[in-house]
């Protein structure tokens, strides 16, 4: 009976975590920015393996039939690599693009070129369609080497953010270090990929973002 208790009570305990950060930027729906009248509003996640062994962040389920969400995350894609292969996303017709890169970037090359390489992506996705982009700063995970990187590039990313009204942060890296401190987000066995609470705490995160909450 309380494990069923906790496990309802568990994405109000998210919720209320979330919430202790929003920002005034995200407090505006992204549906209010949206010119055209889309039912249901698309949705097409660009990542790595933290995106694509998530399910999509639980995201279909979270927000409902009046989105339709993809996912064309590769495991083990860097900017690099997605930049190679960018052609089987830019052929997808969508309204909001969530980009969820940078942890194999630091693993990869630390900082090394990141800045050109994402800018670049962002740049060709949002030549495609008018659509509207989250952007991630992603966990700093579990793995202490590759902290460093990880949070400069975030950094790049939340300056990429300020520059176009169009991108949204999604801030990964503040709400797990928020978190980490009530909550386990990774297993001992996996220091990169968080477990099911941190995958949890992302796609509430999006969650938030996409409602306007």
Same mark, same amino acid.
């Given at each position: 009976?309380?494990?069923?208790?906790?496990?309802?009570?568990? %994405?109000?305990? +998210?919720?209320?975590? /979330?919430?202790?950060?929003?920002?005034?930027?995200?407090?505006? $729906? *992204?549906?209010? +920015?949206?010119?055209?009248?889309?039912?249901?509003?698309?949705?097409?996640?660009?990542?790595?393996?933290?995106?694509? =062994? @998530?399910?999509?962040?639980?995201?279909?389920?979270?927000?409902?039939?009046?989105?339709?969400?993809?996912?064309?995350?590769?495991?083990?894609?860097? #900017?690099?690599? =997605?930049?190679?292969? /960018?052609?089987?996303?830019?052929?997808? #017709?969508?309204?909001? =693009?969530? *980009?969820?890169?940078? #942890?194999?970037?630091?693993?990869?090359?630390?900082?090394?070129?990141?800045?050109?390489?994402?800018?670049?992506?962002?740049?060709?996705?949002?030549? &495609?369609?008018?659509?509207?982009?989250?952007? $991630?700063?992603? %966990?700093?995970?579990?793995?202490?080497? *590759?902290?460093? %990187?990880? $949070? /400069?590039?975030?950094?790049?990313?939340?300056?990429?953010?300020?520059?176009?009204?169009?991108?949204?942060?999604?801030?990964?890296?503040?709400?797990?270090?928020?978190?980490?401190?009530?909550?386990?987000?990774? @297993?001992?066995?996996?220091?990169?990929? %968080?477990?099911?609470?941190?995958?949890? /705490?992302?796609?509430?995160?999006? &969650? &938030?973002?996409?409602?306007?909450?």
């Amino acid at each position: 009976m309380k494990i069923n208790s906790l496990k309802y009570l568990f %994405p109000f305990f +998210l919720f209320l975590l /979330l919430n202790c950060y929003h920002t005034k930027q995200d407090n505006l $729906s *992204i549906l209010t +920015l949206l010119s055209q009248n889309t039912s249901p509003v698309r949705v097409t996640i660009v990542g790595d393996s933290i995106s694509q =062994w @998530s399910d999509s962040f639980g995201l279909k389920q979270k927000l409902g039939s009046a989105y339709s969400v993809s996912d064309v995350s590769v495991a083990g894609y860097d #900017t690099k690599l =997605w930049l190679e292969d /960018l052609a089987k996303a830019e052929v997808i #017709t969508t309204d909001i =693009w969530i *980009i969820e890169l940078g #942890t194999n970037d630091a693993i990869y090359n630390g900082t090394t070129g990141f800045k050109e390489r994402y800018t670049q992506i962002i740049r060709r996705l949002e030549q &495609r369609a008018f659509s509207y982009l989250i952007l $991630s700063a992603v %966990p700093k995970t579990n793995q202490t080497g *590759i902290h460093e %990187p990880i $949070s /400069l590039n975030n950094e790049t990313i939340r300056d990429l953010v300020k520059s176009n009204a169009k991108y949204r942060l999604a801030d990964l890296e503040l709400a797990f270090n928020q978190a980490s401190s009530n909550l386990t987000l990774y @297993s001992v066995a996996d220091p990169i990929h %968080p477990n099911q609470i941190g995958y949890e /705490l992302i796609g509430e995160e999006y &969650r &938030r973002i996409l409602f306007g909450l």
